[in-house]
């Protein structure tokens, strides 16, 4: 399961509909891929459908999708959003992640 903070949930549902998009049908699709600094890297994008094989999470009215590889790489992971001096952005609480980058978008296990 991904878990989504109040901060998180705000600025996606905020995000969505600036993009056409309706938090309360659509999905934030999450997953990983190959690369980064620390050799995994974070993606996060809108979608209006989900895949057969994508898992399904709903957590603070914000409906998730992942595909299957991805998920191993993200169970139990917080996503949240960071406003402060350092940067603006989601950021992935990764329980999984041995060593993550400077930047927080990248991550290895």
Same mark, same amino acid.
């Given at each position: 399961?991904?878990?989504?903070?109040?901060?998180?949930?705000?600025?996606?549902?905020?995000?969505? @509909?600036? =993009?056409?998009? +309706?938090?309360?049908?659509?999905?934030?699709? $999450?997953?990983?891929?190959?690369?980064?600094? *620390?050799? #995994?890297?974070?993606?996060?994008?809108?979608?209006? @459908?989900? =895949?057969?094989? +994508?898992?399904?999470?709903?957590?603070?009215? $914000?409906?998730?999708?992942?595909?299957?590889? *991805?998920? #191993?790489?993200?169970?139990?992971?917080?996503?949240?959003?960071?406003?402060?001096?350092?940067?603006?952005?989601?950021?992935?609480?990764?329980?999984?992640?041995?060593?993550?980058?400077?930047?927080?978008?990248?991550?290895?296990?």
């Amino acid at each position: 399961m991904i878990k989504v903070s109040d901060t998180a949930k705000q600025k996606v549902v905020s995000l969505m @509909t600036e =993009d056409g998009y +309706d938090a309360a049908t659509d999905f934030v699709r $999450v997953g990983v891929k190959s690369g980064g600094c *620390s050799g #995994l890297s974070y993606e996060l994008k809108f979608d209006k @459908t989900a =895949d057969e094989s +994508d898992k399904i999470f709903e957590d603070n009215n $914000v409906r998730i999708i992942v595909d299957k590889k *991805s998920f #191993l790489y993200l169970v139990g992971t917080t996503l949240e959003y960071s406003g402060g001096l350092n940067g603006k952005g989601f950021v992935f609480n990764n329980p999984n992640a041995q060593r993550t980058c400077g930047c927080g978008e990248s991550f290895s296990l």
